[in-house]
């Protein structure tokens, strides 16, 4: 999960609060905040928040990075993605954005595919179309010669393969060369309303683990030499987070009865929809279709189906 904000809740003393999102951190901190720029807009019925974090100190008051992040609130995910579905082009354009013109790009999944709320990643790069292997007569002879080329990589984790993240990613990045790594991955929310219903996308790379304190080597351009944009959708809240959120504890006796009561024997509980195997299966079919038609834009979305 991407590198995540950790902050204190007004009139909370000692309670950390996790949250992927910066959205929520510039909400928290918003007033303190002058080297941030802020610009709201609909389309399609969806609101799309930008904020762009101008400076270091800006972006140490919310725990991000200095870059653009762009939030998109979505209405209910739907299992019904239709060819006509208005939101797709949508988040496509805010992802191409971010994105060199030309050139080969890498699409990364990450997390767990064994875990449900961490299966976002893997399930979102097996429905990218990878495209890098197509060349010469053969991409002419089928048509295929207008596809940018794109590659796939899902690394697992690293209790799966005992290499780390971050070291995988890079040693195929040295490898391939791509312009730009586009890396997926679900996120950590401060709220429940936004589980399921909020994407972030940024040009400030990613942390895996972090959204639920499990820190790794980072995926930014500065780490791997190339542009990296993070796409995401909240799938949990960290449990200390959401009962602080709820509680709002005034002194440090009873912020810390609250920590050990929600991490009993200093483990850390996440909360998740009980419908989560419903919600990433549409989350992917969203991120995979809108990721896709951002890397192939003089394609249509019909096509792009048949394709897949």
Sequence with gaps: MPDN????????????LRTDLAIEAHEEHGEELRDVKYSSEQKQGLVIERLFVKTKRAGQLMGKAPGHYVTITLPPLTDNIRDTDERLPVIAHEIRRLLPVNGMVMVVGLGNENITPDALGPKVAQKVLATRHITGEVARATGLDVLRAVSVFEPGVTGQTGIETGELVLSVVKRIRPTAVVVVDALASRKLERLGCTLQI????????????NHRTKLTEETLGVPVVAVGIPTVVDALTLVSDLVSPEDEKSAKDLEEKVTPKGRTMVVTPKEIDLLIERAANLLSLSINLSLHENVSTSDLLSLL
């Design 5 to 16: 904000s950790i902050y204190k809740l007004k009139g909370c003393v000692s309670v950390e």
């Design 202 to 213: 940024s040009d400030t790379g990613i942390a895996p683990g972090a959204g639920v304190g």
